[in-house]
């Protein structure tokens, strides 16, 4: 059993606690506790605290040794909260603490949830924030895979002000009915530019039905989320939409490509090569597939896996870009440049290179002290 200066200290404001929040203390322990004597003063605590407590007994010291368990049993049912059984188990040995799991799982996250018809139903209690950022200069967007149930959703924070869209404000794109699948929406984010200074915010669900979504978004001061436009994934278990990359290549500050990564895209003989999509950002259409890379010849590589912007290598006035996929070259990885146009990317990329010529480039530049030009 914990100490006092555990239990006033552990779910304190100063160490992260939060008001609001749910308390909760797991007990499992195969013997009587040595400070005996500091235990109601510590329940005393944990009442006043609101600590809902879960006492789990393991019996196999006792078993084993014939010793009877009878005081010890009854200390940790005077741990657990009432009623005894709903927050107090016991079992055999060790091994059958797997046996309870999935009961005291459910009674945890019972405890958890969001409160209402649904007990069951989590509103923001596992949402996994941070999952993926995207900074700008007046805020960060935070993608957030496990809100409401792992249909998921994404953070506005803005000088300490923030914004997240309540779960009505996406069930047109992600309907109720599919809110058990786990979109992971929130999986990726990023932004656009478009002319006249309208921004659209850019977030991936690569789970959506199991093909994967895209959505372009505004975020209005109530929650509410207007969808420009949404993109589909083609290819079951492809995770479209788990990389984005949008890509100013005439650098006037206004987005011209959208790069929408499918890592898991089977190609030819159920190799995971990997696939990157490529939409034009216009005026008129906001969206308009203009392709899709990927590594040639077929091979398993997860091109797509990460993917980043770059300035003007090859010094024509237009941004360049590289996607790396991960698997290739017999899982050392490899890279692959592509050169920006005006009228979006060249398709065959300028350069590819893998982990191991890499590293011989590198080794040449360490010894004849040359700048190595990717």
Excluded at 8 to 18: A, I, N, Q, V
Excluded at 325 to 345: F, I, M, N, V
Aim: some cysteine.
């Amino acid at each position: 059993m914990p100490d006092l200066g555990e239990l006033t200290e552990g779910f304190s404001l100063s160490h992260g606690g939060r008001p609001e929040a749910a308390r909760l203390l797991v007990v499992v322990t195969d013997g009587e506790s040595h400070d005996g004597e500091e235990l109601p003063a510590a329940l005393k605590a944990c009442e006043a605290g609101r600590v809902t407590r879960y006492g789990i007994a393991v019996l196999g010291h006792y078993l084993r040794r014939q010793r009877d368990p009878t005081s010890f049993l009854r200390e940790i049912r005077m741990i657990a909260s009432d009623p005894d059984e709903r927050f107090f188990f016991n079992v055999t040995d060790e091994a059958a603490l797997t046996d309870i799991v999935d009961a005291l799982g459910d009674r945890i996250f019972g405890l958890e949830g969001s409160h209402g018809e649904n007990e069951s139903s989590f509103g923001l209690e596992m949402s996994q924030i941070g999952f993926s950022t995207h900074r700008l200069k007046d805020g960060i967007l935070f993608g957030m895979v496990g809100a409401y149930d792992w249909g998921g959703s994404v953070l506005w924070l803005e000088e300490g002000h923030h914004l997240f869209p309540p779960r009505t404000a996406l069930e047109d794109e992600f309907p109720p009915a599919l809110q058990n699948h786990a979109a992971y929406l929130g999986y990726s984010v990023s932004s656009m530019l478009l002319w006249g200074g309208r921004r659209l915010f850019l977030s991936g669900a690569p789970r959506f039905r199991h093909r994967g979504k895209v959505i372009a978004f505004q975020l209005k001061e109530d929650g509410a989320v207007r969808v420009a436009q949404s993109l589909q994934g083609e290819q079951i278990g492809s995770y479209f939409g788990s990389e984005l990359c949008p890509l100013d290549t005439d650098g006037d500050g206004i987005t011209d490509v959208l790069l929408v990564a499918a890592p898991m895209f089977l190609g030819p003989q159920n190799k995971e090569t990997g696939r990157v999509y490529v939409y034009l950002v216009g005026q008129q259409s906001l969206l308009t597939l203009q392709g899709t890379l990927q590594p040639e010849p077929p091979q398993d590589a997860r091109f797509g896996f990460a993917m980043g912007a770059l300035p003007d290598l090859n010094q024509d006035g237009f941004a360049d870009v590289v996607v790396g996929a991960p698997l290739e070259d017999g899982h050392h990885g490899a890279l692959y440049l592509y050169h920006g146009t005006r009228s979006g990317l060249r398709p065959r990329p300028a350069q590819s290179f893998c982990n191991s010529l890499l590293k011989k480039k590198l080794e040449d530049a360490k010894r004849h002290r040359y700048r190595v030009l990717l």
